[in-house]
């Protein structure tokens, strides 16, 4: 038996969130595509740092 896989090509949640989030804060697009690419991990030091 053969297992297929599928790959996706998507944006998460976690990445648009964290991409808005910093181009409101910094109005700043290099820095919304860097904080993009840690997702998660950028809302979350957001939050934890008081907005």
Known sequence: MEKK??????VTFGCVLAMI????KWHSIFW???????????VIYFVLRGY
């Open 5 to 10: 896989y599928v790959v996706r090509d998507s």
């Open 21 to 24: 989030i910093s181009y409101v």
């Open 32 to 42: 919304a595509i860097i904080h993009g690419v840690f997702s998660w991990v950028y």
